[in-house]
Every structure is written in structure tokens, then in C-alpha cells.
């Protein structure tokens, strides 16, 4: 089974902020890699699909990078709706990341 | 537009079953993979497995095999996700989803999350 890292577990910010979360699979995805946006009570969120490419919709302070087993999650300036658990998700066979809350500094 | 509406929280005892139902609309029930996935209080998420609601074929996690049974009913556009001899670590929102699109199977619709809890 393909393991999904995620670091940090926990990422504390202030608004404005330049925020990154990291997501290293067990061996190569290719592109299949996707980032989802969860808070509290509701279902995740599709932001990112196949490593790079924004779902409609999400802002475009959100991005997506890397290939292969190493990827990044970048919200280049932290707003307060984006207080949230985010997961990576490889979805050859649909394996998920630990999560990452950003919370707030 | 598409929308997946699950049914309600359940409560059972240690060794029953449950069955959770997923109700598509918006798109053509058949044309793509429904999966679930669940998550228990304060975790993750966790893939349960996935079902082809066009034939029927179903693909299991491995963690669940033996206790997990993927079914639909293409009449009503429904698909269901039967848990079997349920622990109380069985204790979790279970979710089915919708691949975004026919070549992008990663999750672009969800159902609202259905709370099923496993007590004495």
C-alpha cells in the first residue's frame, strides 16, 4: 500500500501569513495527488487535483506542486476562512494524509 | 447539479450491522465510481472502498474485507455501505464520494456525512 506524510501536524499562523504543508508519498504518484479542506462538522473540500490544477471555484491563493513522491500545498497569503484541517490525498488507490490544522498564532 | 444526500445517524450495539444509504442526483448515477470513506472522531480520513455502480463491481480496502459490502440500486440511484460486525472503534462519520470527473477520480462531491456510533 502507498503510504501519504504529512508535515506539520499542526501549523499555527496569522493572517497574511505565508503558509506551506508537505505531502511525501512511499513511492511515485506521478501527478495523481490531490488536496482537500475540511472544518469542523462539514465534508472535505476539493481544492487541488493532480498535484497542480485548481478545482473551480477555490481562490487562487491556493496552490499546488511536485511530482513523484514529494508535493507542497502553498496558501500564499493566510486568510481567516482558511483556518481549516487540510489532507493530501493520493488517488491511485485512494490513500489520505494524517492532516494538517492550521490554526491560528 | 450534483448532490449526494446520505442517510440519517444510527446508533447500534457491539456486533450488529448497519447500512448506510447515498442517494445521487444531478448526473448519471451510473457513468461514475461511488466510494466511502469514513472518519472517526478527532482522526483522519480512511478509504473504505469504492463500488462501479454500472456493474456492480466493488473494490475493497484491505482492512475491511469480510466486513464491508458495497451495493447500489441503480432504480433509485442509490448506493449503500453495509458494515458488519460492528466495534466501537467502528464509531465514525462514514461519507460516500464522487470522483470530480470521469478522468479525475479524486473526490470532487460529497455526501453530507452520515454519524454512526457503536456503544453497549
Known amino acids: 500500500d502507498i503510504q501519504m506524510t504529512q508535515s506539520p501536524s499542526t501549523l499555527s499562523a496569522s493572517v497574511g501569513d505565508r503558509v506551506t504543508i508537505t505531502c511525501r508519498a512511499s513511492?511515485?504518484?506521478?501527478?495523481?495527488l490531490a488536496w482537500y479542506q475540511q472544518k469542523p462538522g462539514k465534508a472535505p473540500k476539493l481544492l487541488i487535483y493532480?498535484?497542480?490544477s485548481l478545482e473551480s471555484g477555490v481562490p487562487s491563493r491556493f496552490s499546488g506542486s511536485g511530482s513523484g513522491t514529494e508535493f507542497t500545498l502553498t496558501i500564499s497569503s493566510l486568510q481567516p476562512d482558511d483556518f481549516a484541517t487540510y489532507y493530501c490525498?493520493?488517488?491511485?488507490?485512494?490513500?489520505f494524509g494524517q492532516g494538517t490544522k492550521v490554526e491560528i498564532k | 447539479q450534483v448532490q449526494l444526500v446520505q442517510s440519517g445517524a444510527e446508533v447500534k450495539k457491539p456486533g450488529a450491522s448497519v447500512k448506510v444509504s447515498c442517494k445521487a442526483s444531478?448526473?448519471?448515477?451510473?457513468?461514475?465510481?461511488m466510494h466511502w470513506v469514513r472518519q472517526a472522531p478527532g482522526q483522519g480520513l480512511e478509504w473504505m472502498g469504492r463500488?462501479?455502480?454500472?456493474?456492480?463491481?466493488?473494490n475493497y480496502a484491505q482492512k475491511f474485507q469480510g466486513r464491508v459490502t458495497m451495493t447500489r440500486d441503480t432504480s433509485i440511484s442509490t448506493a449503500y455501505m453495509e458494515l458488519s460486525r460492528l466495534r466501537s472503534d467502528d464509531t465514525a462519520v462514514y461519507y460516500c464520494?464522487?470522483?470530480?470527473?470521469?478522468?479525475?477520480?479524486?473526490?470532487?462531491?460529497w455526501g453530507q456525512g452520515t454519524l454512526v456510533t457503536v456503544s453497549s
Open positions: 464520494a464522487r470522483d470530480l470527473t470521469l478522468v479525475v477520480v479524486a473526490a470532487g462531491y
Open positions: 444531478g448526473y448519471t448515477f451510473t457513468g461514475y465510481y
Open positions: 463500488i462501479n455502480p454500472n456493474s456492480g463491481g466493488t
Open positions: 513511492q511515485s504518484i506521478s501527478s495523481w
Open positions: 493532480k498535484a497542480s
Open positions: 490525498q493520493q488517488y491511485t488507490t485512494w490513500t
